[in-house]
T-cell receptor
Framework: DAGVIQSPRHEVTEMGQEVTLRCKPI?????LFWYRQTMMRGLELLIY????????DSGMPEDRFSAKMPNASFSTLKIQPSEPRDSAVYFC????????????FGDGTRLSIL | RKEVEQDPGPFNVPEGATVAFNCTYS??????FFWYRQDCRKEPKLLMS???SGNEDGRFTAQLNRASQYISLLIRDSKLSDSATYLC??????????FGQGTELSVKP
């Protein structure tokens, strides 16, 4: 079975550039989550969707970050403009029932902003 | 107070040792609890769910104490391959999962 698929696996870009991270959740899962992980702050939830609708975006650090889920099989996380402090590993996860089911993570995108 | 607190470790143990990790959570309304494992530079992976009555999966045993808001993970006969960071995870309202900072385990030959 295909797991959560994220792309790209690695991204290195200069500050000020737009960055778009992509995620395909597991088929049949109706909740999708975007996380950011750094050594200093650990794993932080940025935003999550249920049935393609954003439910809680309180973890999005600032207006430079935006996320969309146009359909059940695709989501994007965009950073514009990017800054060096955005460098982190960004994970996407999905679950079948967000209240009781565990989440399954993609391999992550390792983002470096120079 | 953090919503989910764990001893960061590291725990350095020899092969074959028994090691226990503890975790406390602050939201008494939490209903779902999990232990995840994360290897260096990899994604978190579900190790096991934690049930009220306690549950076991091979060498791994998880316990939940709702009154004390405390979760534990016991690893028996530890293997080199158990070396990883173990994340205590608790659900918050509306399905958000709150991850602890993780406890690092290093099993030595």
């Amino acid at each position: 079975d295909a797991g959560v698929i994220q792309s790209p696996r690695h991204e290195v870009t200069e500050m000020g550039q737009e960055v778009t991270l992509r995620c395909k959740p597991i088929s049949g899962h109706n909740s999708l989550f975007w996380y950011r992980q750094t050594m200093m702050r650990g794993l932080e939830l940025l935003i999550y969707f249920n049935n393609n609708v954003p439910i809680d975006d309180s973890g999005m650090p600032e207006d430079r970050f935006s996320a969309k889920m146009p359909n059940a099989s695709f989501s994007t996380l965009k950073i514009q403009p990017s800054e060096p402090r955005d460098s982190a590993v960004y994970f996407c996860a999905s679950s079948k029932d967000r209240r009781v089911q565990p989440q399954h993570f993609g391999d992550g995108t390792r983002l470096s902003i120079l | 107070r953090k919503e989910v607190e764990q001893d960061p470790g590291p725990f350095n143990v020899p092969e074959g040792a028994t090691v226990a990790f503890n975790c406390t959570y602050s939201n008494s309304a939490s209903q779902s609890f999990f232990w995840y494992r994360q290897d260096c530079r990899k994604e978190p992976k579900l190790l096991m769910s934690v049930y009220s009555s306690g549950n076991e999966d091979g060498r791994f045993t998880a316990q939940l104490n709702r009154a004390s808001q405390y979760i534990s993970l016991l690893i028996r006969d530890s293997k080199l391959s158990d070396s990883a960071t173990y994340l205590c995870v608790v659900n918050a309202k509306e399905g958000k999962l709150i991850f602890g900072q993780g406890t690092e385990l290093s099993v030595k030959p």
